[in-house]
């Protein structure tokens, strides 16, 4: 048997064979370990002019880079820490780091620090900041910062939205900024802006009044219950003269129990006398604290007291400050009164 045995490794036909297959053996397994040091070298980066003129042609949408470098337009199936684009840079995947383009960014996965371009950004989840000329649209969760000079748009947020003219989230937990908010559900926080429209959990009222100072008032509320708009229409007439009064303000609703609650407001009214507009500085300023006691679902009757500071610039033909004469008879340009809020009732929509 041991004769066999030298017999067969002695035999030239089975020497060749055997070398032969070491050698392709170790062929195979240098040709393994080069593929995967050659990946590992191409994902540390890759310069595009516009797809697919680049470093890595039609592959690099397939390819997380840890940088990224697109003259024009670039396309890649991921970023691990940074890219910059001249147009716009197009991510199959997550970004796990910085991008910054001239117009967009566009994301199909998440975005994990921070995106910024000169119009738009667009992800699908967002732990960082997103920072754009004109708009974010976020079609995940926003935790942490967005800021556009036009509008925000983001599914679940948490952290804050700041832009120009419109935030528009489907559930916040945070702040909003920007002249229009619109908040789907409310979860904590509040919008702040010129117009606060929150669907769920906020705050919306049209109450109806009589004051020391008009005859009627309509003020509407909207926004958070924590921090809401007020807009107010006015009316009254003294001596043969109409008064029409336009104002904003800010408020807040404290509630003790289900039945009582407090409201603390702010704000100021520009007094037109016989006309709808006065260009003259003419307003009431005041701060109202009431308390609230809640009759029914959509009743509500509320009494308590303001304190009124008037400014204006109206004067007789003399030149003289004449004031405004509602409660005041005093020719005064700035005067305070303290004065009982009659009750009124509010009607909650």
């Known amino acids: ?85 001249g147009v716009s840079n197009i991510t199959k995947g997550d970004v796990n780091g910085a991008q910054f383009a001239g117009i967009s960014n566009i994301v199909t996965g998440q ?8 119009i738009v950004n667009v992800t699908h989840g967002l732990q960082g900041a997103q920072f754009a000329g004109i708009t974010n649209v976020n079609r995940g969760h926003a935790y942490g910062l967005q800021v556009a000079g036009i509008s925000n748009e983001a599914q679940d947020v948490k952290g804050a939205q700041i832009a120009g003219i419109l935030n528009h989230a489907h559930k916040l937990s945070g702040f909003q900024l920007a002249l229009i908010n619109v908040v789907d559900s ?27 100072a008009f005859l009627a008032n309509v003020a509407v509320k909207s926004g958070a219950k924590s921090l809401y708009n007020t807009y107010h229409f006015r009316y009254t007439d003294k001596d043969n003269v109409k008064y029409y009064g336009l104002g904003l303000g800010l408020g807040a609703l404290a509630p003790v129990t289900n039945q009582f609650s407090f409201n603390i407001d702010i704000n100021g009214t520009q007094v037109n006398i016989d006309e709808w507009w006065t260009n003259e500085l003419n307003m009431i300023n005041r701060f109202e604290l009431s308390a ?5 679902r959509y009743f509500t ?35 305070s009164q303290t004065t009982p809020l009659l009750p009124f009732i509010p009607v909650l929509i």
């Open 1 to 85: 048997m041991t004769t066999t045995f030298k017999t067969f490794i002695g035999d030239e036909n089975i020497k060749r064979f055997l070398v032969k297959t070491v050698l392709i053996a170790m062929a195979l397994i240098f040709s393994l370990i080069f593929a995967v040091f050659a990946q590992e070298k191409a994902q540390s980066g890759q310069v595009t002019f516009l797809p697919p003129i680049g470093t890595h042609g039609t592959k690099a949408d397939s390819i997380s880079f840890y940088a990224s470098f697109n003259i024009l337009v670039g396309k890649t199936g991921g970023i691990k820490a940074i890219e910059f684009g």
């Open 111 to 118: 975005t994990n620090a921070i995106q910024s371009s000169g």
């Open 186 to 212: 409310l979860e904590g926080g509040a919008p702040f802006g010129l117009f606060s429209i929150v669907k769920k959990n906020g705050y919306r009222a049209v109450e109806i009044s009589h004051n020391d």
């Open 292 to 296: 609230n006691l809640h009759v029914a």
């Open 301 to 335: 009757i509320t009494g308590g007291f303001a304190l009124n500071v008037s400014v204006s610039q109206l004067k007789d033909e003399e030149g003289m400050l004449i004031g405004i004469p509602l409660f005041l008879n005093k020719t005064s340009m700035n005067t």
